[in-house]
């Protein structure tokens, strides 16, 4: 990674301006370490702002439910998972990488397609077996 930008892909880099990085303390166990030292992580990146993002990328960006996303658009990453504000940095940034990535591939697109004739027969024959099934159930020949 390049200093003054993080590279997403050969076509695709982000400046390090477009990113807000803010230095919390960590939740959770560590002892003394972790009440006095911030080494959390609380990385932000405008998706909807930014205009390194070519707009199709954008939209399929915002379009995902992720509840790491805000209302704004804003991505929120939180890192916490080492000891070290360095790893935990570097952590946020990693995975801001791979959610840019998972927005790059296009789906594609479905093509609706029509049941078979013989699947047709089958399903058919197999609801008449049923029906048969079930009125032979209900026949009340007793005598």
């Known amino acids: 990674m390049a200093r003054d930008r993080i590279e997403i892909s050969e076509q695709l880099a982000i400046p390090e301006t477009e990113i807000v990085e803010r230095f919390v303390r960590a ?4 002892g003394q370490n972790v009440n006095k030292v911030s080494t959390a992580v609380e990385l932000r ?5 930014s205009p390194s993002l070519p707009e199709p990328l954008r939209a399929r960006l915002l379009a995902r439910r992720d509840r790491r996303m805000t209302g704004e658009g804003v991505l929120v990453i939180d890192a916490q998972r ?3 504000q360095d790893r935990n940095r ?3 940034r990693e ?7 998972a ?4 789906p594609k697109a479905r ?3 029509k049941p078979t004739y013989g699947s047709k027969l089958r399903r058919l024959d ?8 079930k009125r032979g159930r209900s026949q009340r020949n007793w005598e």
């Open 90 to 92: 570097q952590d946020a």
């Open 45 to 49: 990146f405008d998706i909807a702002a």
């Open 27 to 30: 939740s959770g166990a560590g």
């Open 111 to 113: 093509v609706a397609t």
């Open 82 to 84: 080492f000891r070290t």
């Open 126 to 133: 197999e609801k008449k077996g049923r029906a048969q099934v």
């Open 103 to 106: 927005g790059l591939s296009v």
């Open 95 to 101: 995975r801001l990488v791979s959610f840019i990535q």
